[in-house]
């Protein structure tokens, strides 16, 4: 599993980058040597980068910063941090999410649709984020003037996973900023986008191209699907987390349905 190329050999599927758990099916594939601080294949007798005997490296004893690089200290600091966020539950178990059939629907396919295109899915994904944000007390909407605008509030200080939706969005809260911007410069972030400033007379401003040349969509969907999440038990973790998005639809489902169609503006902008 070393260097690029890197491949989950549970479920064959791409990884961006080196992790313990695999980003799409969640099972352990990697641990931090405890004399290199690198990532190095978990079934291995000794480390792949220093070659001595395989010892993990345990999480309280690692000092991010020291002896790593940025991406494995980033990596060690959400992992400590990690919660079970919506959106990466989300992700790794889309179909449960997003279904309709004779007898039921989920409240995922009442706001976006049966179906989802990569479009659609993002938009899924960031919703779930901001359900989560607002249920678990970080974030809160609050209508601005004249009521057409909602204002990204921070209600206290974001301590989950730095690389995740749920960790941009919180970046952007308590700045003033209306849920729509707020949830375009999140995305910009996430996409490596410069959005040009405003023009005079209140012109919204415009997205540069992603440098990639990726779809903005497609990185939203990666973000997600890449976080860190604490050892979990799948079918629980599904359960928690859809009842947690459904009673915060239910709750005030004319604000949802507002939420939801910010969100699939915030991504069609970009696409413009």
Partial sequence: MEGEGLECRHCGRPIAVPASTCPWCGRTIMVICAHCKQYTDDQGTVCEHCGAPLEPARLDALRVGVGVDNRTAQLIMDRQRAQLVASGVVALHLPDFFYADAQRRTVLVDLFGPSPSSHREAAALLFAAIAYLIQQGYCAVQPVGDDQSLLWAEIRAWDGQMVSLE?????????????????????????GVTLEPAAPGGRRR?????????????????????????DHQDQEACRETYQLIAQFVRRDPALARRIAEEVLEALAWFSV
Wanted: aromatic share 0%.
């Fill in 167 to 191: 960790g941009a969005l919180a970046r952007q809260a308590g700045l003033g900023q209306t849920l729509s911007l707020s949830l375009r410069q999140a995305i910009a972030e996430e996409a």
């Fill in 206 to 230: 415009r997205p540069r191209a992603v440098p990639s040349g990726r779809p903005v969509a497609e990185v939203v969907v990666e973000v997600a699907r890449r976080t860190v999440l604490p």
